[in-house]
């Protein structure tokens, strides 16, 4: 009980005390608002701005949502497929791994020339860059089903089917899941990065496109609220993917088993 | 006693194994040609050094491998009821609960569902968690998690269980426990065993019938037969018989050792 509240505490009272000092510094040194404005004056632009920030933070959340999606049925698909045959992994595994270390802010330009439709772009560059730990993880988790369990399936005939959905499945949650933690903010970088690379070319609405124009227009305050709702969304994304990760392992995975003192 | 032993005697062979072998893709003789009648009834525990091929022997039995060579015939009877596997550890699915976990061979195999919740029911009430149906494994002992494999095994009604050193891992008193409930189980259900141990008093305890093989590569290397009657209870832990039964086995089993380790020299 007394070790929670100081995991609680400990990194607000930091985050407090970073706040003050901050403001302290802008307001004492005279710091001008476009070179750092005073944490203050980023909240009050938060809320002044707030119907045309939460517009675009509404358009980089549905991206990062179509993507983790994608990334999801997609990585999972395939990653079934790797198991069910090792010359598909063998044929396709390099493919995703190429795709994984050449970096999204190179070819980010390419689909976005190639897709016409600026919002599919996005989420294809943004599946792109969260797709790879998806694959990796659950390919992993699918092939580390237990071997007596396994026998146990093939003794009593069981179809490829069965053996899917009851065995390699539910083996695979954990890791898949841990997979899912990476990839949850890989998508919301990738969602921002590409919205960056498309400029202009972009939807010219989600928060990355708030914060090329602030920057142009030396509107730092605004610029500093487009990043701190960029940063609250990862964050958000992160609790999101282990309330989920917590829900379907409670009952029985050694990784959200509850303490016991 | 003798009754029991002529009846046996006469009961139908339910699995034959004729010159059956098993040569590893790596070239291991795991299995040197094995012939074996099983007869209906019979509770045959394996003894053997490690790397005799005990498990192996199960697993050719239960249909997960192949044999090189020889045949292997088992009855249809036995076929027909699926046969129960119980694995050294408890083997279950974590995010299952007992019930489901016990049902797994049924679903497998397309029961129905009238028939299944029957049958669950009755494996649980056959080795007593019939009141932990909904816990999960974890939330059990491993003395009862193996309760659990074996309702699982039994689920299916077989005529044959296999057991691969079920109760290895388990402390001393549980062990026993277990193995008395098994050997009345056995008799009641007239189930036919094969039960590969590491333990010389497990073995003495359980079988008709002890087989004692050595290794490298494996084969039978003795064939005892054991009269006592069934179920056995804890005074006949104490029983001469059982004395002079656990002493024979010891001395041939390390005759078997030495036996192997003469023969896996290689030449």
């Known amino acids: 009980m007394n070790r929670d509240w100081v995991r609680l505490v400990a990194p607000v009272a930091v985050g407090v005390a970073f706040l003050l000092l901050w ?33 675009s ?55 976005i020339i190639w897709v016409d439709q600026p919002r599919t772009a996005l989420v294809i560059c943004a599946t792109v860059a969260s797709i790879f730990p998806v694959i ?34 539910p083996s695979s949650a954990p890791y898949f899941f841990a997979g899912l933690r990476v990839a949850a903010a890989l998508a919301l970088i990738g ?17 990355a496109y708030q914060i090329l124009q602030a920057g142009l227009q030396l509107n730092i305050p605004r610029l500093f609220a487009a990043l701190i709702l960029i940063t609250a969304s990862g964050i958000a994304l992160f609790l999101a993917v282990s309330l989920l990760a917590r829900l379907v392992l409670r009952g029985w995975h050694e990784s959200e088993r509850p303490k016991e003192n | ?27 291991t003789r795991a299995l040197d040609p094995i012939s074996l009648s099983i007869r209906e009834g019979e509770f045959i525990s394996i003894i053997g050094p490690s790397g005799c091929g005990k498990s192996t022997l199960l697993r050719l039995i239960a249909g997960l491998a192949a044999p090189s060579a020889g ?15 119980v694995f050294q550890s408890p083997t279950l699915m974590p995010w299952s609960n007992v019930q489901a976990n016990v049902r797994l061979p049924l679903d497998l195999l397309h029961a129905p569902r009238a028939e299944a919740d029957e049958k669950v029911q009755r494996a649980l009430d056959g080795v007593g968690l019939t009141d932990f149906a909904h816990f999960h494994p974890r939330e059990l002992s491993g003395g009862m998690q193996m309760r659990v494999s074996i309702a699982r095994a039994l689920a299916t ?40 141990t590491h333990s010389i008093y497990e073995a003495s305890f359980l079988s008709s019938r002890v087989l004692v093989m050595s290794s490298r590569p494996g084969r039978i290397f003795s064939d ?30 390390a005759a078997a050792m030495h036996d192997g380790e003469k023969s896996g020299v290689k030449p």
């Open chain 2, 71 to 85: 045949t292997m015939r088992i009855s249809s009877e036995i076929r027909e009821a699926a046969i129960g596997f």
């Open chain 2, 224 to 253: 005892v037969a054991v009269e006592d009657s069934r179920p056995r209870t804890e005074a006949f832990r104490s029983s001469q018989s059982f004395i002079r039964l656990a002493a024979r086995l010891s001395a041939t089993l």
């Open chain 1, 191 to 207: 969602a921002v990065v590409a919205e960056f690379v498309a400029g202009t070319g972009g939807t010219k609405s989600g928060l």
């Open chain 1, 23 to 55: 403001h302290a510094l802008v307001v004492l040194n005279d710091v001008p608002a476009y070179i750092v404005p005073s944490p203050l004056l980023v909240f009050k632009t938060l809320v002044r701005d707030w119907g045309m920030l939460s517009g």
């Open chain 1, 57 to 111: 933070l509404m358009v980089t959340l549905e991206v990062t949502a179509a993507a983790l999606l994608a990334a999801v049925v997609l990585g999972v698909a395939l990653s079934v497929l790797f198991v069910q045959n090792r010359l598909i992994e063998a044929s396709l595994l390099p493919y995703a791994v190429i795709l994984q270390v050449t970096p999204l802010v190179a070819i980010a330009p390419l689909i």
């Open chain 2, 1 to 27: 006693m003798a009754a029991n032993e002529i009846s046996q005697q006469q009961a139908p062979v339910v699995v034959e194994l004729g010159g059956v072998q098993k040569v590893f893709s790596n070239g």
């Open chain 2, 157 to 196: 009604s077989p005529r044959l269980l296999l057991m691969d050193e079920p109760f290895g891992a388990l402390d001393e008193i549980t062990r026993n426990r277990l193995d008395r409930d098994l050997s009345s189980l056995c008799e009641r259900e007239r189930l036919t065993v094969l039960f590969v």
């Open chain 1, 136 to 169: 990796t993880n659950t390919t992993i988790g699918l092939r580390s089903a237990d071997p007596g369990l396994l026998d146990l399936f093939r003794m009593h005939g069981a179809t490829r089917a069965q053996t899917l959905l009851r065995l390699l499945l």
